[in-house]
Nanobody, 115 residues
C-alpha cells in the first residue's frame, strides 16, 4: 500500500499563499492520478485538484486561476500551490493517489484562512 505524507498546511491571512506537499513512499510514475480533496467543517469532502500521469489537470471551479497542482516524479512528490486564499478555502486538505484502481489517502493538512 502506498504511504503518503503531507506537509505545508497552516494559518494564513486572506490573500496569502500556501504550498501543500504530498510525498509518496514509492515511485509516482505508475500512479494513474494524484490530487487533493478538501473537507470544510460540517461539509462533505470535495475535489480541489487532480493531475494525471500525462500531466493533465482538473480543478474545482473554486480553485481555477488560484491553485496549481504539479508533480515531481524524481522526488515522488505532488504539490498544490494555493494563492489568493479566501476564508472559504479553510478546511482539511487530503492528498490521494490512484494506483491499480485503489485510492490511498494522506493524513490530511489543516489550512486556515483568516480574514
Amino acid at each position: 500500500q502506498v504511504q503518503l505524507v503531507e506537509s505545508g498546511g497552516g494559518l494564513v491571512q486572506v490573500g496569502g499563499s500556501l504550498r501543500l506537499s504530498c510525498a509518496a513512499s514509492g515511485s509516482i510514475r505508475s500512479f494513474v492520478a494524484m490530487g487533493w480533496h478538501r473537507q470544510a467543517p460540517g461539509k462533505q469532502r470535495e475535489l480541489v485538484a487532480a493531475i494525471g500521469s500525462s500531466g493533465s489537470t482538473v480543478y474545482a471551479d473554486s480553485a481555477k486561476g488560484r491553485f496549481t497542482i504539479s508533480r515531481d516524479n524524481a522526488r515522488n512528490t505532488a504539490y498544490l500551490q494555493m494563492s489568493s486564499l479566501k476564508p472559504e478555502d479553510t478546511g482539511v486538505y487530503y492528498c490521494w493517489v490512484d494506483l491499480s484502481s485503489v485510492r490511498s489517502w494522506g493524513q490530511g493538512s489543516q489550512v486556515t484562512v483568516s480574514s
